[in-house]
Structure formats: structure tokens, C-alpha cells
């Protein structure tokens, strides 16, 4: 059975940063894709952030794309978020998870294991 565990939220003040960790059990980590995705509250979960099984490829919603990096290290089976320049929209759960073999990176239905999620909350 496949445990994702997101750790590194917390409050912080806009402009800020945090770095979001997601550690996972199996030995299959380097077999497949990672994703970051975050909700709020009445909304529907949104894609923030993947990673390639390698590593080589990344992928980022246009709302993160120069402030979020995610990265990646097999040797240590985690995932990381690094979050620059935070907003206060940033507010939210983050949730990270373990893409499908098929598929795209962007929509949750593609992955199949997720973790419990951190909140972040970015204050004005």
C-alpha cells in the first residue's frame, strides 16, 4: 500500500515562503509521476504543480508558473514544492499525489494515491 505524507505548511505573510515536502512509502516511487494540487473550501481541486517519474520534465498552472518549484529526490522517495512570492490567494490545502501510468498531469482523476493535505494560509 502506497502512503503519501505532505508536511511544511503553515502561516506566512505575503511575499513570503514555504517549502512543502511529500514523503512516500514503496519501493515503486521512482516509477511514476508526482502531483501537487490544493482546495479551498467549496471548490473543486486544481492542479498546481507535477514532476516526472525522471524528474526531467516539471509542469506548473499559469497561476504559479515563476514563483512554485517542484523537484524531486528518488533516493529519499520526496517530493518537494518550493513556494516563492506567496499570495494570499495561494490560500488552501495542499495536497500531493501519485500520478497513474496513463494519462495527463493536470486533472486529479489521473492519479491514484493522495496524501491528507497541509494547509498553507498566506495573511495581507
Known amino acids: 500500500q502506497v502512503q503519501l505524507v505532505e508536511s511544511g505548511g503553515g502561516l506566512v505573510q505575503a511575499g513570503g515562503s514555504l517549502r512543502l515536502s511529500c514523503a512516500a512509502s514503496?519501493?515503486?516511487?521512482?516509477?511514476?509521476?508526482r502531483g501537487w494540487f490544493r482546495q479551498i473550501p467549496g471548490k473543486e481541486r486544481e492542479f498546481v504543480a507535477a514532476?516526472?517519474?525522471?524528474?526531467?520534465?516539471?509542469y506548473y498552472a499559469d497561476s504559479v508558473k515563476g514563483r512554485f518549484t517542484v523537484s524531486r529526490d528518488n533516493a529519499k522517495n520526496t517530493v518537494y514544492l518550493q513556494m516563492n512570492s506567496l499570495k494570499p490567494e495561494d490560500t488552501a490545502v495542499y495536497y500531493c499525489?501519485?500520478?497513474?501510468?496513463?494519462?495527463?498531469?493536470?486533472?486529479?482523476?489521473?492519479?491514484?494515491?493522495w496524501g491528507q493535505g497541509t494547509q498553507v494560509t498566506v495573511s495581507s
Open positions: 514532476i516526472s517519474q525522471s524528474g526531467i520534465s516539471t
Open positions: 499525489a501519485r500520478k497513474g501510468l496513463i494519462g495527463t498531469y493536470y486533472r486529479p482523476d489521473e492519479y491514484d494515491y
Open positions: 514503496g519501493r515503486t516511487f521512482s516509477s511514476y509521476g
